[in-house]
């Protein structure tokens, strides 16, 4: 049995992840927030990372619990973070060597199928959204946990594309968080793109 490809990802009202320049001063994280991912990364050892994002993570987990203000939430997330086996989505980056991280810059589909099918646990994937774009596409993505902000940011990066693709989901649970946020996990019973408007 294949593990389960999970997405993560923030969500203002208007359906955008990021803001023109992907600007994400509209997310407030909290010690609940935290928390709560902690779950996630708990019952998960393979990520899947988009070049931005990737570099972003590289910039400050692998040394974040080292560092003399780390909080809870560094100590945790950056033991888990070197702990993972990444695939990073890049054409640019795929000839890269790095411990416990492989480069798919051509074949995607087929490399992010054959990292589900190695055994282990769940595979996140964080934010990302041009790599979650393609993985939806394929139907790759097994099921979404989204993180509505109470705030409409007006423009953006959009969770999913706006290209005429359906995609039917099925609501497992939601929970509110004292920042007014909301966070619905859904299940994504038919390949994305198998419903064309």
């Known amino acids: 049995m294949s593990r389960k490809i ?3 990802v923030h969500v203002s009202l208007d359906g ?13 994280i ?6 709560f991912v902690g779950t996630f990364t708990d019952a998960a050892d393979g990520v899947i990372y988009g070049r ?3 570099e972003m993570m590289q910039a400050y987990w692998p040394t974040a619990d080292q560092q003399p203000n780390a909080t809870k939430h560094d100590l945790q997330h950056s033991e888990w973070y070197r702990r993972v086996d990444k695939l990073v989505i890049s054409r640019t980056m795929q000839n890269e060597q790095r411990e416990k ?6 074949h995607i589909p087929e490399k992010v199928r054959a990292f589900k099918q190695q055994p282990g646990k769940n595979i996140l994937i964080f934010g990302s959204p041009s790599a979650a774009h393609l993985l939806m596409e394929h139907g790759l993505i097994d099921e979404y946990w989204l993180f509505y902000y109470p705030v409409a940011i007006g423009g953006g990066i959009p969770l999913f594309r706006q290209d005429g693709t359906r995609q039917q989901l099925q ?3 939601c929970k509110k968080f004292p920042t007014g946020m909301v966070g619905m996990h859904y299940h994504a019973p038919t390949p994305a793109g ?3 408007l």
Request: charge should be negative; glycine fraction near 10%; proline fraction near 3%.
């Open 30 to 35: 909290d010690d609940e927030m935290f928390n």
């Open 16 to 28: 955008f992840v990021g803001g023109p320049k992907g600007e994400m001063d509209w997310i407030k």
């Open 171 to 173: 609501l497992l649970e």
């Open 194 to 196: 198998a419903l064309s």
């Open 52 to 54: 931005k994002t990737y």
């Open 101 to 106: 991280t492989q480069f798919a810059g051509d």
């Open 6 to 8: 999970i997405l993560s």
